[in-house]
T-cell receptor, first 113, second 114 residues
Framework: NAGVTQTPKFQVLKTGQSMTLQCAQDMNHNSMYWYRQDPGMGLRLIYYSASEGTTDKGEVPNGYNVSRLNKREFSLRLESAAPSQTSVYFC????????????FGPGTRLTVL | DAKTTQPPSMDCAEGRAANLPCNHSTISGNEYVYWYRQIHSQGPQYIIHGLKNNETNEMASLIITEDRKSSTLILPHATLRDTAVYYCIVRGYISNFGNEKLTFGTGTRLTIIP
């Protein structure tokens, strides 16, 4: 199993450009998450999807949209990138349950100029 | 979710036990203590979790005080590969759909010294 995969690994955008970060998991997990991590900081939740067809806002959703395409895939879209969105983006997935644990992807390093 | 307090950094000699403390004095009865770590530039990795009993797995041991206001993560024989940021997270259970939210603080940067 590959676990959680993310593409691309690196991306440089100009202010105002758009892009979609892709995430896929092969563990048959119901729940998926998008986090961002700024330098020297912990992770902050952007959006999450409890199950296929549902999405909810996390702590810092402004400037982002998400799509839960199917059970495996959860994408994050930046419609008009801003320098403040320069960060490392992590996708995670988990199975439902009281004691579920989250499994993280390797991250996408995004720079907005 | 309860707030956690961790020291910003710690050193440990290779081969020794690394003991990482975490205070969570406002934890409530149904909240679990989770530990994750993040090795440089990688995604966080789950280590262990517990409610009130001590727990052990192949990676580490988790000791939770009787009043549950603090806990200690123990890496029994630290290696250089254990150098990472360790996050102590306390969280409750929101719903039956697994849409749990992890609230990451800044963690403890553990450096294993050869």
């Amino acid at each position: 199993n590959a676990g959680v995969t993310q593409t691309p690994k690196f991306q440089v955008l100009k202010t105002g450009q758009s892009m979609t970060l892709q995430c896929a998991q092969d563990m048959n997990h119901n729940s998926m998450y998008w986090y961002r991590q700024d330098p020297g900081m912990g992770l902050r939740l952007i959006y999450y999807s409890a199950s296929e067809g549902t999405t909810d806002k996390g702590e810092v959703p402004n400037g982002y949209n998400v799509s839960r395409l199917n059970k495996r895939e959860f994408s994050l879209r930046l419609e008009s990138a801003a320098p403040s969105q320069t960060s490392v983006y992590f996708c995670a997935s988990s199975a439902p349950g009281v004691q579920d644990t989250q499994y993280f992807g390797p991250g996408t390093r995004l720079t907005v100029l | 979710d309860a707030k956690t307090t961790q020291p910003p950094s710690m050193d440990c000699a290779e081969g020794r036990a690394a003991n990482l403390p975490c205070n969570h004095s406002t934890i409530s009865g149904n909240e679990y203590v989770y530990w994750y770590r993040q090795i440089h530039s990688q995604g966080p990795q789950y280590i262990i979790h517990g409610l009130k009993n001590n727990e052990t797995n192949e990676m580490a041991s988790l000791i939770i005080t009787e009043d549950r206001k603090s806990s200690t993560l123990i890496l029994p024989h630290a290696t250089l590969r254990d150098t990472a940021v360790y996050y102590c997270i306390v969280r409750g259970y929101i719903s039956n759909f697994g849409n749990e939210k992890l609230t990451f603080g800044t963690g403890t940067r553990l450096t294993i010294i050869p």
